[in-house]
């Protein structure tokens, strides 16, 4: 299994550019989130997702939306990108079951200039 | 203030020595996770707690509900454990995370 894979790894935007950031897991798991982290901060919530079709805000969505139309794939889109959404980006999996272990992606470093 | 809070914030040790790192929260919780980011920034769940004590090699995790306050500890520590160790809650169905314990380990 190779988990929760996320493209691209690194990406540098300028002001006002759309993008999409990719993640796919192959585990079947229902619950998909997607996190970003700033320095010397905790992650932050964006977007979640406790199925296919179902998707609901988490504490930072303004400038993300998000789509869910398979169970594998959960991609997150940046429209209008901001210097303010330079981050790396994290998308995490979850059964949503005991133990609620969630599995992390390798991250993508978006760079808003 | 944050709901989850870590001390210290950053942290050095030398090759051996007992490591403590503390969360303390103010939500109510269902449970505790205990996560490792890696200096290349991959992050790997090393425990989920509810109540009580869990071992794991040199790694122990701790958990006392009442208080609100959590301790993960490192036995005989070596410089393959520098990273960044993060604590995070779970409230309802999603995480609340701390902003992470940076260890360095010397040899």
């Known amino acids: 299994n190779a988990g929760v894979t996320q493209t691209p790894k690194f990406r540098i935007l300028k002001i006002g550019q759309s993008m999409t950031l990719q993640c796919t897991q192959d585990?079947?798991?229902?619950?998909m989130y997607w996190y970003r982290q700033d320095p010397g901060m905790g992650l932050k919530l964006i977007y979640y997702s406790v199925g296919a079709g179902i998707t609901d805000k988490g504490e930072v969505p303004n400038g993300y939306n998000v789509s869910r139309s398979t169970t594998e794939d959960f991609p997150l889109r940046l429209e209008l990108a901001a210097p303010s959404q330079t981050s790396v980006y994290f998308c995490?999996?979850?059964?949503?079951?005991?133990?609620?272990?969630?599995?992390f992606g390798p991250g993508t470093r978006l760079t808003v200039t | 203030k944050n709901e989850v809070e870590q001390s210290p914030q950053n942290l050095t040790a030398q090759e051996g020595e007992f490591i403590t790192i503390n969360c303390s929260y103010s939500v109510g919780i269902s449970a505790l996770h205990w996560l490792q980011q890696h200096p290349g920034g991959g992050i790997v769940s090393l425990f989920m707690?509810?109540?009580g004590k869990k071992k794991h090699g040199r790694l122990i995790a701790t958990i006392n509900i009442q208080e609100k306050h959590s301790s993960l500890h490192i036995t005989a520590s070596h410089p393959r454990d520098s990273a960044v160790y993060i604590c995070?809650?779970?409230?309802?169905?999603?995480?609340?995370f701390g902003t992470g314990t940076r260890l360095q380990v010397f040899p």
């Open positions: 585990m079947n798991h229902n619950y």
């Open positions: 995490a999996s979850s059964s949503g079951t005991v133990p609620y272990e969630q599995y």
């Open positions: 995070a809650v779970r409230s309802t169905d999603k995480l609340i």
């Open positions: 707690l509810s109540s």
